[in-house]
């Protein structure tokens, strides 16, 4: 029990890591910042002067029968109430876009971080929870900042300026008051304990939720398929019901803590009234002072009440904050060194010596004890069946996982002495699925270089075959291609991957299983442009089907992970070996 | 204004707890009147009390008074606590119920809405709406409804009791208040169109860090990251942009509502105070009166804030029900039959599709007979019309004119989960759940036992590359868990597909990924799968076309040539070039005679 207070205790710690987050995140717009709060104070000083005033007129305008009084009162509400409207609206401008502009920071932080994460980490995530942190936590923060920071602070303000005058009417009575205080803060540090685990829970069922919407909506083909609806509702309603039930539990909490700060100021209230009518009553002090006493009492109580009605939103922020910031001290696992060099133009040499990879979390070796080396401008087929490595091998020499043993060199360079943006924008890789952005088809084409003018679109497109079906689309090249390519065809997408490869012009070009989506009869169109592509270029290319891998300077063979036989086309079929027994399978099969 | 009504619509199922919460905030609130009356009758006894300057034992004669007041006090407290308690938490129960119900309408909505939707929809948008939008509805049916409800008693009660007074002074003070409605209306005409685009922003924003997050390969690949995080900039900074015209409109309104009762209290001040100077009004009622007004300050300032909290709903609640209101293009009649009885004979008559946003058909006038049990293999060049043609036997997308028939019924007339429980499909880039392998083959059928799920991927040649995971059948794969290749995808979705044990099955490049040799093998399994079900066969490797009984050659959505592989090898020169280009190596084929080659 003990050690699951302190542990809760813990968990809502960090406050340090927030501030510190905040304080970084505000520091752009200290000038706003300052004006903010400036504003706020302006208009908290507004909102508490008409009672003094009101009370001014009263006793001593109205009462005496002294008109002029009467009038200067009135003229000075007035004046009050109009700068309260001056610095009302000045406020909520400027405490809108003071809390946007961080929010929104944050926001291209995350992402910022995000884009820096290897893909290994993506690996291991979901998406849609990764998502959340960008949207549903944003908002979470979003809540606290349009609702909070004015009754933050003017609640504040006004409890620090009740408790003066409290002590200015009656420091005896003052001193009793002050009783309730630590009772405050026990209560409060009592309902964060209560509540550590509780908000945290909420913020990542709902991401739960988007990670499950997530899934189920690009998997959406496939549901249909099955007619599997009624199983997803099913599953969708058990999270649905699990993300009400742990906001219930915040509900539950924040009903009991609330009110119970409203039974204090009550009892607070009660025994100043004994006290203060014993004192009251045996002279010690006048009734006037005892009503004003009480009057402050209730400017004292209700801004309390106020900050413990922020209170929820202030901790669904919070741990929203905490989400945010867990994912931000993440380190990136494949960060450039910080001494890494920027590659010049390439000439293409790639080495493996003695490498060795294995996935985080599994015991076998994807790759074991590789040593390979490419000449510039040589292709390199590599063969086996699938799991055997060749995609992860692919994936090396674009560094986007580090080898646990051995190095993997581009121009004598070890990949992890330069810069990945050097490294990678000299690279060309076509996956096994062709991603494409929602966009036009020329944005796509366009996509590893920005700047390539119109023409060199069509001459790209063109060169691997795709300017035919481009130009008869609805609209030619701006045609959108829809969320991952969804309007076009498989083969189509695919052929828009090439374009896009070629326009990069890269000097090492990957394409793993590019061509497996391509029907023959387009196969022979692209040819053309792939010899294109591969002239002047090393490449790596995975295939299954062994007439395209024929041409190649140099075929590798792997098998569990090990580089098994390599050679030319004919030296390999004449050793009989690996090579041949597949090239044996597959021509048995396209001959059949 | 109908959104607005249509969202306390979704009240209804929780009338009793809306009625209740109300009634306890009702009587809390009486409480809460009552609290200031007893103090005030304290406060008087402590007077009498303190008047009584000569009598030494003053305090024990009124102690007894004093302490039964303090007493009740505290009871009347203790009644408000645990009214406030059981109405937060009635209250609460209400909006969460509500955020529930709506989001759940709202999955089950699109799960009934045709492909072509999800086709023109980004996946980000959709999600943007069942998260954060229902968030902000919730919001306000949690706590906005309770306030507002509050606040207006508040004001009302006050009004009241402030004609009761002096009906004249009621007049001038409550003269701001059809000013303050007037404002408050216009704020809302301008605030919510403006609070809508925010959250569309918003929902924008969610589509692009999606794809991204889901593309980061090829972000990676290209060293595109600085490229992205400033196309991502601009999309945050589009929701900044929104959010201050929102932020404006918000500055000029409020404030202003803020002000008007201040003008009243002035007014009372000026008129009121001289009232009393003059000797027309008691200083007794004016001090009463002026208490009552001082009582709508703050409800008048919540509603006003308030007022903001119902615009977001109502621009998140308008986009909610823009899914809820779209109605699906693919109808199925009330009490449509399950699929009748049969072997798998599929029939195209006169099909045409063209793509929403399309000016080209995919599918011209295209009839096909496919005899049960039998299989087909349709073969053309990319965007021929292929997966088309197949996607609309399971009724994935309706034809524009035309008729799909599976043993002798229209698709449209039929219960869709029927068909397409009797219809398996295997895709090119098959898609995988977050779950275990076990899970993901038994899709279909998820009471399958182990051994049905271990016969099935021993058929799809699975069942090796499985028992080397980790975990083997429990292994999770998909997002979170381990990443399998291409070709191990496209083998568990062979196995899910021969688990569902479907009278049609539709092979769409199913193997594209698959090395030879394996393939070789999946191809016995399947040449026995196949056995007795009704095939289609959309393949780039001629083996796997010489697989089927006939061959259907597709032009730019059209049927052009069909029969059989000889058939074919005569008739159309298209599928000539294919043979021809697929063929192996002669070269090898004439260097190793005596390896027994073929099937």
Same mark, same amino acid.
Request: glycine residues 8%; proline residues 4%; neutral net charge.
């Given at each position: 029990?003990?050690?699951?207070?302190?542990?809760?205790?813990?968990?809502?710690?960090?406050?340090?890591?927030?501030?510190?987050?905040?304080?970084?995140?505000?520091?752009?717009?200290?000038?706003?910042?300052?004006?903010?709060?400036?504003?706020?104070?302006?208009?908290?000083?507004?909102?508490?002067?008409?009672?003094?005033?009101?009370?001014?007129?009263?006793?001593?305008?109205?009462?005496?029968?002294?008109?002029?009084?009467?009038?200067?009162?009135?003229?000075?509400?007035?004046?009050?109430?109009?700068?309260?409207?001056?610095?009302?609206?000045?406020?909520?401008?400027?405490?809108?876009?003071?809390?946007?502009?961080?929010?929104?920071?944050?926001?291209?932080?995350?992402?910022?971080?995000?884009?820096?994460?290897?893909?290994?980490?993506?690996?291991?995530?979901?998406?849609?929870?990764?998502?959340?942190?960008?949207?549903?936590?944003?908002?979470?923060?979003?809540?606290?900042?349009?609702?909070?920071?004015?009754?933050?602070?003017?609640?504040?303000?006004?409890?620090?300026?009740?408790?003066?005058?409290?002590?200015?009417?009656?420091?005896?009575?003052?001193?009793?008051?002050?009783?309730?205080?630590?009772?405050?803060?026990?209560?409060?540090?009592?309902?964060?304990?209560?509540?550590?685990?509780?908000?945290?829970?909420?913020?990542?069922?709902?991401?739960?939720?988007?990670?499950?919407?997530?899934?189920?909506?690009? /998997?959406?083909?496939?549901?249909?398929?099955?007619?599997?609806?009624?199983?997803?509702?099913?599953?969708?309603?058990?999270?649905?019901?699990?993300?009400?039930?742990?906001?219930?539990?915040?509900?539950?909490?924040?009903?009991?803590?609330?009110?119970?700060?409203?039974?204090?100021?009550?009892?607070?209230?009660?025994?100043?009234?004994?006290?203060? /009518?014993?004192?009251?009553?045996?002279?010690?002090?006048?009734?006037?002072?005892?009503?004003?006493?009480?009057?402050?009492?209730?400017?004292?109580?209700?801004?309390?009440?106020?900050?413990?009605?922020?209170?929820?939103?202030?901790?669904?922020?919070?741990?929203?904050?905490?989400?945010?910031?867990?994912?931000?001290?993440?380190?990136?696992?494949?960060?450039?060194?910080?001494?890494?060099?920027?590659?010049?133009?390439?000439?293409?040499?790639?080495?493996?010596?003695?490498?060795?990879?294995?996935?985080?979390?599994?015991?076998?070796?994807?790759?074991?004890?590789?040593?390979?080396?490419?000449?510039?401008?040589?292709?390199?087929?590599?063969?086996?069946?699938?799991?055997?490595?060749?995609?992860?091998?692919?994936?090396?020499?674009?560094?986007?996982?580090?080898?646990?043993?051995?190095?993997?060199?581009?121009?004598?360079?070890?990949?992890?002495?330069?810069?990945?943006?050097?490294?990678?924008?000299?690279?060309?890789?076509?996956?096994?699925?062709?991603?494409?952005?929602?966009?036009?088809?020329?944005?796509?084409?366009?996509?590893?270089?920005?700047?390539?003018?119109?023409?060199?679109?069509?001459?790209?497109?063109?060169?691997?075959?795709?300017?035919?079906?481009?130009?008869?689309?609805?609209? /030619?090249?701006?045609?959108?291609?829809?969320?991952?390519?969804?309007?076009?065809?498989?083969?189509?997408?695919?052929?828009?991957?090439?374009?896009?490869?070629?326009?990069?012009?890269?000097?090492?070009?990957?394409?793993?299983?590019?061509?497996?989506?391509?029907?023959?009869?387009?196969?022979?169109?692209?040819?053309?442009?792939?010899?294109?592509?591969?002239?002047?270029?090393?490449?790596?290319?995975?295939?299954?089907?062994?007439?395209?891998?024929?041409?190649?300077?140099?075929?590798?063979?792997?098998?569990?992970?090990?580089?098994?036989?390599?050679?030319?086309?004919?030296?390999?079929?004449?050793?009989?070996?690996?090579?041949?027994?597949?090239?044996?399978?597959?021509?048995?099969?396209?001959?059949? | 204004?109908?959104?607005?009504?249509?969202?306390?619509?979704?009240?209804?199922?929780?009338?009793?707890?809306?009625?209740?919460?109300?009634?306890?905030?009702?009587?809390?609130?009486?409480?809460?009147?009552?609290?200031?009356?007893?103090?005030?009758?304290?406060?008087?006894?402590?007077?009498?009390?303190?008047?009584?300057?000569?009598?030494?034992?003053?305090?024990?004669?009124?102690?007894?008074?004093?302490?039964?007041?303090?007493?009740?006090?505290?009871?009347?407290?203790?009644?408000?606590?645990?009214?406030?308690?059981?109405?937060?938490?009635?209250?609460?129960?209400? $909006?969460?119920?509500?955020?529930?119900?709506?989001?759940?309408?709202?999955?089950?909505?699109?799960?009934?809405?045709?492909?072509?939707?999800?086709?023109?929809?980004?996946?980000?948008?959709?999600?943007?709406?069942?998260?954060?939008?229902?968030?902000?509805?919730?919001?306000?049916?949690?706590?906005?409804?309770?306030?507002?409800?509050?606040?207006?008693?508040?004001?009302?009660?006050?009004?009241?009791?402030?004609?009761?007074?002096?009906?004249?002074?009621?007049?001038?003070?409550?003269?701001?208040?059809?000013?303050?409605?007037?404002?408050?209306?216009?704020?809302?005409?301008?605030?919510?169109?403006?609070?809508?685009?925010?959250?569309?922003?918003?929902?924008?924003?969610?589509?692009?860090?999606?794809?991204?997050? $889901?593309?980061?390969?090829?972000?990676?690949?290209?060293?595109?990251?600085?490229?992205?995080?400033?196309?991502?900039?601009? $999309?945050?900074?589009?929701?900044?942009?929104?959010?201050?015209?929102?932020?404006?409109?918000?500055?000029?309104?409020?404030?202003?509502?803020?002000?008007?009762?201040?003008?009243?209290?002035?007014?009372?001040?000026?008129?009121?105070?001289?009232?009393?100077?003059?000797?027309?009004?008691?200083?007794?009622?004016?001090?009463?009166?002026?208490?009552?007004?001082?009582?709508?300050?703050?409800?008048?300032?919540?509603?006003?804030?308030?007022?903001?909290?119902?615009?977001?709903?109502?621009?998140?609640?308008?986009?909610?029900?823009?899914?809820?209101?779209?109605?699906?293009?693919?109808?199925?009649?009330?009490?449509?039959?399950?699929?009748?009885?049969?072997?798998?004979?599929?029939?195209?008559?006169?099909?045409?599709?063209?793509?929403?946003?399309?000016?080209?058909?995919?599918?011209?006038?295209?009839?096909?007979?496919?005899?049960?049990?039998?299989?087909?293999?349709?073969?053309?060049?990319?965007?021929?019309?292929?997966?088309?043609?197949?996607?609309?036997?399971?009724?994935?997308?309706?034809?524009? $004119?035309?008729?799909?028939?599976?043993?002798?019924?229209?698709?449209?007339?039929?219960?869709?989960?029927?068909?397409?429980?009797?219809?398996?499909?295997?895709?090119?880039?098959?898609?995988?759940?977050?779950?275990?392998?076990?899970?993901?083959?038994?899709?279909?059928?998820?009471?399958?036992?182990?051994?049905?799920?271990?016969?099935?991927?021993?058929?799809?040649?699975?069942?090796?590359?499985?028992?080397?995971?980790?975990?083997?059948?429990?292994?999770?794969?998909?997002?979170?868990?381990?990443?399998?290749?291409?070709?191990?995808?496209?083998?568990?979705?062979?196995?899910?597909?021969?688990?569902?044990?479907?009278?049609?099955?539709?092979?769409?490049?199913?193997?594209?990924?698959?090395?030879?040799?394996?393939?070789?093998?999946?191809?016995?399994?399947?040449?026995?799968?196949?056995?007795?079900?009704?095939?289609?066969?959309?393949?780039?490797?001629?083996?796997?076309?010489?697989?089927?009984?006939?061959?259907?050659?597709?032009?730019?959505?059209?049927?052009?040539?069909?029969?059989?592989?000889?058939?074919?090898?005569?008739?159309?020169?298209?599928?000539?070039?294919?043979?021809?280009?697929?063929?192996?190596?002669?070269?090898?084929?004439?260097?190793?005679?005596?390896?027994?080659?073929?099937?």
């Amino acid at each position: 029990m003990r050690q699951e207070i302190l542990r809760r205790l813990r968990a809502t710690r960090g406050r340090g890591r927030k501030v510190r987050g905040m304080a970084v995140l505000l520091r752009p717009y200290r000038g706003r910042v300052i004006a903010m709060f400036a504003a706020l104070l302006v208009a908290t000083a507004a909102t508490l002067a008409p009672p003094p005033l009101a009370k001014l007129a009263i006793d001593d305008g109205i009462t005496p029968g002294d008109e002029t009084v009467l009038y200067w009162t009135v003229a000075a509400f007035l004046a009050s109430a109009l700068i309260l409207w001056g610095a009302t609206w000045l406020q909520t401008y400027l405490v809108g876009w003071v809390g946007q502009r961080a929010l929104q920071d944050l926001r291209i932080e995350v992402f910022g971080h995000l884009q820096r994460m290897s893909i290994g980490f993506y690996s291991r995530r979901r998406s849609g929870v990764l998502i959340s942190r960008l949207t549903n936590d944003v908002e979470a923060l979003d809540q606290l900042v349009s609702d909070g920071v004015v009754t933050l602070f003017q609640s504040t303000l006004t409890v620090i300026g009740t408790i003066v005058i409290l002590f200015w009417l009656d420091a005896e009575l003052a001193a009793l008051t002050m009783l309730a205080v630590p009772l405050l803060l026990l209560g409060s540090l009592g309902f964060r304990i209560a509540s550590a685990d509780a908000y945290r829970i909420t913020r990542e069922r709902i991401a739960l939720i988007t990670a499950y919407l997530q899934e189920t909506l690009s /998997g959406v083909r496939v549901v249909r398929a099955f007619g599997r609806e009624a199983r997803h509702l099913k599953q969708f309603a058990k999270l649905n019901d699990d993300n009400r039930a742990a906001n219930m539990k915040t509900v539950n909490l924040n009903a009991a803590y609330f009110p119970a700060v409203e039974l204090l100021s009550a009892l607070v209230t009660v025994a100043i009234l004994l006290y203060g /009518g014993y004192q009251a009553i045996n002279g010690q002090v006048t009734v006037g002072v005892l009503v004003a006493f009480i009057t402050a009492l209730n400017t004292f109580f209700d801004p309390i009440q106020q900050l413990s009605q922020l209170y929820p939103t202030y901790q669904s922020g919070m741990a929203a904050l905490d989400k945010i910031f867990e994912l931000l001290d993440e380190q990136p696992d494949l960060v450039d060194a910080p001494d890494a060099v920027e590659l010049g133009r390439l000439r293409g040499e790639i080495a493996f010596e003695d490498v060795a990879f294995r996935y985080a979390g599994q015991d076998q070796w994807a790759l074991c004890d590789t040593d390979l080396r490419v000449p510039p401008g040589q292709t390199v087929a590599l063969v086996g069946a699938t799991g055997a490595g060749k995609s992860t091998l692919a994936k090396l020499v674009a560094r986007f996982y580090d080898p646990d043993q051995g190095r993997v060199l581009v121009d004598g360079h070890d990949l992890r002495t330069v810069t990945s943006q050097s490294l990678r924008s000299q690279m060309g890789i076509v996956p096994q699925e062709a991603f494409l952005f929602s966009g036009t088809v020329r944005e796509n084409i366009v996509f590893g270089k920005p700047e390539a003018t119109l023409t060199e679109v069509h001459e790209a497109a063109a060169a691997v075959g795709a300017d035919g079906f481009i130009t008869e689309l609805e609209d /030619g090249y701006d045609t959108e291609v829809g969320e991952r390519g969804v309007q076009l065809s498989a083969g189509q997408r695919q052929l828009i991957a090439f374009a896009r490869a070629l326009i990069a012009d890269p000097r090492i070009l990957v394409l793993d299983e590019a061509t497996s989506n391509v029907d023959i009869h387009t196969e022979g169109q692209i040819e053309r442009g792939l010899r294109r592509l591969l002239a002047g270029r090393t490449a790596i290319v995975i295939a299954h089907r062994l007439s395209t891998i024929r041409q190649a300077g140099r075929i590798v063979v792997l098998e569990h992970g090990h580089v098994v036989e390599q050679g030319t086309h004919d030296e390999l079929i004449a050793a009989e070996g690996a090579y041949f027994r597949l090239y044996r399978d597959w021509a048995e099969q396209a001959a059949a | 204004m109908a959104v607005f009504w249509r969202l306390l619509g979704f009240l209804r199922p929780y009338r009793r707890g809306v009625i209740a919460s109300a009634v306890l905030a009702a009587l809390a609130m009486g409480a809460t009147v009552l609290l200031p009356y007893l103090i005030g009758t304290a406060i008087d006894e402590t007077t009498a009390g303190s008047a009584d300057t000569h009598n030494a034992n003053a305090w024990t004669d009124h102690k007894g008074y004093l302490t039964f007041v303090a007493i009740m006090i505290v009871i009347t407290a203790m009644l408000r606590l645990a009214l406030t308690v059981a109405r937060r938490l009635v209250a609460g129960r209400v $909006s969460l119920g509500v955020e529930v119900d709506l989001r759940q309408r709202l999955y089950d909505h699109l799960q009934s809405l045709e492909l072509g939707f999800f086709d023109r929809q980004q996946t980000g948008q959709l999600m943007s709406r069942a998260t954060v939008d229902l968030q902000s509805v919730r919001f306000f049916l949690g706590y906005g409804l309770i306030f507002i409800m509050q606040s207006a008693l508040t004001i009302v009660l006050a009004a009241v009791a402030m004609f009761f007074v002096d009906p004249g002074l009621a007049a001038i003070a409550l003269a701001p208040v059809p000013v303050v409605i007037v404002i408050a209306w216009r704020y809302g005409r301008r605030a919510r169109p403006a609070q809508q685009e925010v959250q569309q922003r918003i929902a924008e924003l969610t589509a692009d860090a999606e794809e991204n997050v $889901s593309g980061v390969r090829v972000i990676k690949a290209f060293a595109r990251e600085q490229v992205q995080l400033h196309r991502f900039r601009q $999309s945050v900074a589009r929701v900044f942009e929104q959010a201050m015209i929102a932020t404006r409109v918000q500055a000029f309104y409020t404030p202003a509502i803020g002000f008007l009762p201040n003008l009243g209290l002035a007014a009372i001040l000026l008129f009121g105070g001289l009232s009393v100077i003059r000797g027309s009004l008691s200083i007794g009622d004016f001090s009463a009166f002026y208490t009552y007004l001082l009582m709508l300050i703050s409800p008048m300032r919540t509603l006003g804030y308030m007022l903001g909290t119902a615009q977001r709903a109502t621009a998140s609640g308008r986009r909610v029900f823009q899914i809820l209101d779209r109605p699906t293009a693919m109808p199925v009649p009330e009490d449509a039959p399950p699929l009748p009885e049969g072997a798998g004979r599929v029939e195209l008559r006169g099909v045409t599709l063209r793509y929403q946003g399309t000016t080209q058909p995919a599918l011209r006038d295209v009839s096909l007979v496919v005899e049960a049990g039998t299989t087909v293999a349709l073969v053309g060049p990319t965007a021929s019309g292929k997966t088309t043609l197949v996607s609309l036997i399971p009724r994935l997308y309706d034809p524009t $004119s035309g008729s799909v028939l599976v043993d002798g019924a229209d698709v449209r007339t039929v219960e869709p989960r029927s068909l397409r429980r009797q219809i398996a499909l295997v895709t090119d880039d098959p898609f995988l759940f977050s779950a275990s392998v076990h899970e993901n083959i038994a899709y279909a059928k998820p009471d399958a036992t182990r051994d049905e799920v271990v016969a099935a991927a021993r058929r799809a040649q699975a069942h090796a590359f499985v028992t080397e995971l980790p975990d083997g059948y429990d292994t999770m794969i998909g997002e979170r868990g381990l990443t399998v290749s291409g070709g191990q995808r496209q083998r568990l979705a062979i196995a899910r597909a021969i688990l569902a044990d479907p009278r049609i099955l539709i092979l769409d490049d199913a193997t594209s990924s698959v090395d030879a040799s394996t393939e070789q093998q999946i191809k016995r399994a399947l040449a026995e799968v196949m056995r007795g079900r009704t095939t289609f066969v959309i393949a780039h490797r001629l083996s796997t076309i010489t697989l089927a009984d006939e061959v259907v050659v597709l032009e730019r959505g059209q049927i052009t040539a069909r029969g059989t592989h000889d058939e074919l090898l005569e008739q159309s020169a298209l599928y000539r070039e294919i043979v021809e280009k697929g063929l192996p190596d002669q070269v090898f084929l004439n260097r190793a005679p005596t390896e027994a080659v073929g099937l």
